[in-house]
């Protein structure tokens, strides 16, 4: 049973930051990509940013140069470093993992606000 646990939201200003953490159940080798979407309510889920098991990455337009997402292989986590967050970054995050299927984490809520 593959699991996904997200870590690390919660409440910041604009302009702060926040650095997610998605820790898997496995090795996260054996995973095709794994990465971030979000939903903010009343929207629709996201894409935010992706890693590839080579390492490639892809991110939203609305969180380039803003956002980084990164693999620790020896801890079996994916991390997603978000920056200069502003209000529209409010949403829950989850952590998806493809293997197969899609598996996802329960979700973290990201907020920004003053």
């Known amino acids: 049973q593959v699991q996904l646990v997200e870590s690390g939201g919660g409440l910041v200003q604009p302009g702060g930051s926040l650095r997610l953490s998605c820790a898997a159940s496995g090795s996260i080798n054996s995973f095709y990509g794994m990465g971030w979407y979000r939903q903010a309510p009343g929207k629709q889920r996201e894409l935010v940013a992706g890693i590839t098991s080579g390492g490639s990455t892809n991110f939203a337009d609305s969180v380039k140069g803003r956002f980084t997402i990164s693999r620790d292989n020896a801890k079996n986590t994916v991390i997603l470093q978000m920056n200069n967050l502003q209000p529209e970054d409010t949403a829950v995050y989850y952590c998806?993992?493809?293997?197969?299927?899609?598996?996802w984490g329960q979700g973290t809520q990201v907020t920004v606000s003053s």
């Open positions: 998806y993992g493809h293997l197969g299927r899609v598996y």
